[in-house]
């Protein structure tokens, strides 16, 4: 009787194994679907639970358009970890109404720079893929990119503004505020330069952020990856 249930558990966990979906597959998908899930939607279709007027622009947008193939939630039983160690989504769900910030698990930019850049695995497929990259990511990787380089150039005033932030988060004045008025001149020299204002404006916010929780280097290292699989030129001329 022993046997036969060691038996029984051998052929459902192996049952079980083959039906689980591999991360690379489903980020390959995802890249393929992209394009079609990316059709204008009205200015309040994300306004309730991600909390954007603007749902056709910037991360929120586009995590607006993708979370139909892959969301929050099936991200974090993909790859078998919380998202956020800190803040107000750990419960399992965006709050992005706080005032305070979550705090990211530094494994997870680890595991997407292994597993959501399907290109990063051969020239086939990176060639395959790149008219997606062009359309449908090429702005924002390159906008958080020239981000990070702007707010790295300056290390105490990129200091100073993260201890600002963090005593603003503190005494609840207006934190989000305050990064959007810090970098409107950043935003308005990448407008110039033909990029989009406000994700542009929003962009150094997220690496502040990943200064404070520690994962500025691991996401960063995966952004260069999509650009030296997908934009090499670019990556070339700016570092």
């Not at 639970?49 to 929120?60: E, I, Q, S």
Request: proline residues 5%; glycine residues 6%; without cysteine.
């Amino acid at each position: 009787m022993k046997r036969y249930w060691l038996v029984l558990v051998l052929i459902l966990g192996t049952v079980l194994l083959i039906a689980a979906p591999k991360a690379d597959d489903v980020f390959r998908q995802l890249w393929h679907a992209t394009p079609k899930l990316l059709k204008p939607v009205p200015d309040d279709a994300f306004l309730g639970d991600l909390n954007t007027w603007l749902p056709n622009r910037g991360v929120r947008g586009l995590y607006g358009h993708l979370r139909k193939e892959v969301s929050y939630k099936s991200l974090e039983k993909l790859s078998g970890m919380k998202i956020f160690v800190k803040g107000p989504h750990i419960k399992g769900t965006l709050d992005l109404e706080s005032k305070s910030f979550g705090y990211y698990n530094p494994n997870f930019p680890k595991w997407l720079r292994q597993h959501a850049i399907p290109g990063s695995k051969g020239k086939a497929m990176a060639i395959l893929l790149q008219p997606v990259y062009d359309h449908s990511f090429r702005q924002l990787a390159r906008t958080y990119f020239l981000a990070h380089q702007h707010l790295h150039a300056t290390p105490k005033q990129f200091d100073a503004t993260k201890t600002t932030y963090q005593l603003r988060i503190k005494n609840q004045n207006s934190p989000g505020e305050f990064l959007q008025d810090t970098f409107r001149a950043f935003a308005k020299k990448m407008e110039n330069s033909g990029y989009d204002w406000y994700e542009a404006n929003v962009a150094p916010g997220f690496w502040v952020r990943r200064s404070i929780d520690g994962t500025d280097d691991e996401f960063h290292k995966t952004l260069k990856i999509l650009l030296k699989t997908h934009d090499a030129d670019f990556l070339l001329q700016h570092q």
